[in-house]
């Protein structure tokens, strides 16, 4: 299945704010209201679209094993 415009414009959003994080020196811990956002989109994603949402896992589990 493809995604709808409002999943792909989540998706836009979270990728954006994973450059901003890496190209800035993190001065606090995640969360807040992002962390709270990140986690409703996650939520969508993993209800309309399993596979997709867990390939992003694996990617994110790998870029976190690799550091970064």
Known sequence: ???GPEDRALLE??????RR???TAPTTA?????GDALEGAAVR???GHPGLAGAIRSVID????AGI
Request: no cysteine.
């Open 1 to 3: 299945p493809q995604l």
């Open 13 to 18: 959003l979270a990728l954006a704010d994973i």
């Open 21 to 23: 994080a890496l190209d």
């Open 30 to 34: 995640p969360g807040g209201e992002h």
């Open 45 to 47: 994603l993993e209800a």
């Open 62 to 65: 790998a870029l976190a094993k």
